[in-house]
């Protein structure tokens, strides 16, 4: 039989998938892709976007009966009404998790009601909203004063970083085959040169925030692998290095041949399938150990 635990890291998995990915491809098409092709890419998205706003409001929905039985140890609280009333009413979970419905109803507004023009900014703003949110929820909540606010924040930076770099990838997917199309062309290389810029600055934020939690944290480098939290986050920087190499490989060997007769795009399109594989894993473990104690108690 499923477990609480195991639910509410599927739970996770997908609302994280979902978030970022909103945020990110949002962000990128409003900012970084010109405007006629941008509209192009946004419209070509609806069906992946309906699905993430459905993502994120049934792990929303589910979230609170999950924890209510992780925290009574029984699945029969996940429909005990009054135990879930007791969490929110008086916990951090409680309000971390009125926060994530807050910012869940504000990606669904912005989904249904935004004006067309405005959709991909808008939904930037919401979903960086709810991605703020849930970092704010983290393991910071186990700091106090100063250096709670200050983790907090390194944790949204880390958050924001990372979501701009994995969502905006599934843009550059569907970017990738118009480089050779004669209108759309130039657009496209503009769009991946942009990409390729705002990538540096992403990955460099990834990097400095994510050490900066890790001491945070754990207090220096993960090496007691005895503990499963430790284990997994090791795992995670494996695999962050692995996708830095890749993007490294892809943009300053593949991205270069891309003007030659027999340029590099299905190279470049394998690559980036590749990263965004690599990126779900990192979500995967994150929902994974975001649920463990760090340390060994």
Known sequence: MITPET???????????AALYLWGSSAYLWLLVPASLSGNIWARQYRL?????GCILSATVLALPFRSAILNGDWAYASDFNAMLDIISGTTIGTAWIWQAAGAAFVFLTYVAAPMRLRAATMTIAAGFLLAGLAASGHAAMNTGWLRALHRGN????????????GALIAVALILPLLSDRQAGRNATTALIRFSTAGHVAVSVVLISG???MFLI???FPLDWSVDYQLLLSLKILLVLSMIGLAIFNRYVLVPKLSRPHGSVAALRIGTT???VLALAIIGLVAWFGTLEPVAM
């Open 155 to 166: 944790d949204i930076i880390h958050v924001l970083a990372g979501g701009a770099w994995f």
């Open 218 to 220: 754990i207090g220096g």
């Open 211 to 213: 050490i900066a939690n």
């Open 274 to 276: 590749v990263e965004i």
């Open 49 to 53: 976007r309906a699905l993430a706003i």
């Open 7 to 17: 639910a509410y890291i599927a739970c996770r998995f997908f609302l994280d998938i």
